[in-house]
């Protein structure tokens, strides 16, 4: 029998290896194998080379694995940067959010990344980016939605014969 190959393999390593990464349980599977590889005779190097990792890498999880068992394993909390605003803060942005910018102080009528940046600015003394602000929008459940312009006096028989669609 043939063996299998895969085309274009040299890609789809990447694709898995990113796919391990991507959650903390696949995480979690891809140390359990290569501690499991160490266990069955093979060498760091041999197993990071395998997995594709660093052989310090897996050195390292041998030795976590030796002192703490399974729980060495896991996903350890990372650090990351702190946040700029507090839940306190965000609970009051939340809040005025629910109403207009003119009721906040501000010049217009709807809320964008923009307004909310400025908002934030002027009562907190944070600067954030309007990228940000938009992201916040999104985090609290807001969703953006932009007002189509409407002419009052219009001829419904004219916006009909204007419509792309209509039958002439």
């Not at 029998?1 to 898995?16: E, K, N």
């Not at 399974?70 to 109403?99: C, F, K, M, T, W």
Request: proline fraction near 5%; hydrophobic fraction near 35%; charge should be positive.
């Amino acid at each position: 029998m043939r063996p299998l190959g895969i085309a274009d393999s040299a890609t789809i390593v990447l694709g898995l290896q990113d796919e391990i990464r991507r959650s903390e349980e696949s995480r979690y599977d891809h140390r359990l194998h290569g501690v499991l590889l160490v266990a069955q005779g093979m060498t760091c190097p041999e197993v990071a080379k395998l997995l594709g990792d660093a052989p310090r890498t897996v050195e390292y999880w041998v030795h976590e694995f030796e002192e703490m068992g399974l729980a060495g394993l896991l996903e350890g909390e990372r650090s990351g940067r702190p946040r700029r605003l507090s839940a306190q803060q965000l609970q009051e942005i939340n809040a005025v959010l629910r109403h207009m910018p003119r009721e906040a102080g501000l010049g217009s009528n709807l809320w964008d990344g923009k307004t909310l940046a400025a908002w934030i600015e002027r009562e907190y003394r944070i600067d954030l980016g309007v990228r940000q602000c938009q992201r916040l929008f999104r985090q609290l459940g807001f969703r953006l939605r932009k007002p189509r312009p409407s002419i009052a006096q219009a001829d419904p028989a004219r916006q009909k014969e204007h419509k792309k669609n209509s039958k002439r």
